[in-house]
């Protein structure tokens, strides 16, 4: 498993973090999970993009 380490400016990570928690409480991982997820999608929405 990999480890990656982002700076974000203090409002994404503000409203990150307030969506995280109400979507999973302070469930430990919380935030790998969303964080995850989010990159899951990313890649996947930038891939398509680029196989035109």
Avoid at 17 to 43: C, F, H, M, P
């Amino acid at each position: 498993m990999g480890k990656l380490l982002l700076s974000l400016d203090d409002e994404t990570d503000q409203r990150f973090r307030d969506i995280v928690t109400r979507l999973y409480g302070n469930k430990k991982g919380a935030l790998s999970i969303a964080g995850e997820q989010a990159i899951k999608e990313w890649i996947q929405r930038n891939d398509v993009q680029l196989r035109f």
